[in-house]
């Protein structure tokens, strides 16, 4: 397993592989079978939540690792249908992606309300089913960005959901009120017994300077410390690219935020493995667990996809969340992609920085 890895990762394998994180991981609250019992155990979370955790903990090729491989495709609503689908119109059908989730060996597969209360009643007892529950849809003339909320709390209980699912565009000028709808969501799922993950994105074009810092670790990382504060279960966020983004966002007579220098010389470097660490350390030192997503489809899908494994887990992550690489091909050729992400996981010579 570790020579295909090797392999994937080509000249990046020694730095990737080998890099010792300015944080050290004896700091962190890591991934592992024990993980429920260790973490959420003591939390206010009640037992049903719990159930529901350890379900996700248990299913697909993972099972038992303390690591998360899902399957998202809520890409239909998010992206459209035809830029999404078009490559491979079997994803058209709801039944194909969830069949794509379980032969993938995925934990849980995530998606709309309407892709898995289709399928509910075939599948929701054989794969932990995520019910992203609200939505940045591109028809509205011209095009908008702001997540408003397409299914209920309760929809998503009614169908055996395991797990709800929301996005916030922290940063943007509908923040507060997708604060205040996703908060309330949350608390709601967990009294109901459902596991909450966040999608913890930012959105703002005024984040763009001389490079994209909505993907810079000091944001990001304060995205996701946000996420956590409203009791996110598991958090979702884009790989960091860069650093920076308080500084730069302060350039000239502006005054953005809060942040202090040791963010920068002392908790992290230029190094993609300290970045995300960084990440994780705002996911209260990982006892909410870090996920970061996999990004589009391209033509090194399996290299990337095996990368960015790597730097999530030896960052100190909890798995990937990984859609478009895997849909927009062949069905054989998803699954495959699936499991190469999941390889890294189970692979105990990829070790935690």
Request: hydrophobic fraction near 40%; proline fraction near 3%; charged fraction near 20%.
């Amino acid at each position: 397993m570790i020579n295909k890895i090797n392999e994937l990762l080509g000249t990046e394998a020694d730095s990737l592989l080998n890099y010792k994180a300015k944080v050290s991981k004896d700091k962190l609250h890591l991934p592992g079978n024990d993980f429920v019992d260790r973490i959420f155990a003591q939390s206010d979370r009640n037992i049903n939540v719990l159930k529901n955790l350890q379900w996700m903990y248990n299913t697909g090729r993972l099972a038992g690792s303390g690591y998360l491989s899902i399957l998202p495709v809520d890409q239909g609503i998010e992206h459209s249908a035809g830029a999404s689908f078009a490559k491979n119109p079997i994803y058209f059908d709801p039944q194909s992606i969830v069949e794509l989730a379980i032969e993938g060996g995925c934990n849980a597969v995530a998606s709309t309300l309407g892709v898995l209360g289709m399928t509910s009643r075939k599948y929701a007892h054989k794969i932990p089913f995520i019910v992203k529950i609200n939505h940045n849809e591109l028809l509205t003339f011209p095009n908008q960005f702001d997540q408003v909320m397409f299914a209920s709390v309760e929809q998503c209980w009614d169908m055996g959901a395991a797990a709800v699912g929301a996005t916030i565009y922290f940063g943007s000028e509908h923040s507060t009120r997708q604060i205040q709808e996703v908060s309330e969501a949350f608390q709601y799922a967990h009294e109901l017994g459902m596991a909450t993950i966040l999608w913890c994105y930012l959105r703002n074009p005024q984040f763009k300077k001389d490079k994209d810092y909505h993907v810079s670790a000091d944001l990001s990382g304060q995205a996701n410390h946000l996420g956590v504060t409203i009791q996110a279960d598991i958090i979702k966020q884009k790989m960091p690219e860069n650093n920076g983004g308080y500084t730069a966002l302060n350039m000239g007579n502006s005054s953005y935020g809060k942040i202090d220098k040791r963010v920068y010389n002392e908790l992290t470097s230029d190094n993609i493995i300290d970045l995300t660490r960084y990440q994780v350390m705002n996911n209260y030192m990982g006892r909410a667990g870090l996920i970061n997503s996999g990004g589009a489809s391209g033509e090194n899908d399996f290299a990337e996809a095996c990368k960015t494994a790597v730097i999530n887990k030896r960052a100190g992550g909890m798995g990937l969340i990984s859609g478009r690489k895997a849909f927009q091909r062949p069905m054989d050729e998803g699954v495959k992609l699936l499991n190469t992400i999941q390889d890294v996981y189970l692979c105990d010579e990829v070790t935690i920085a």
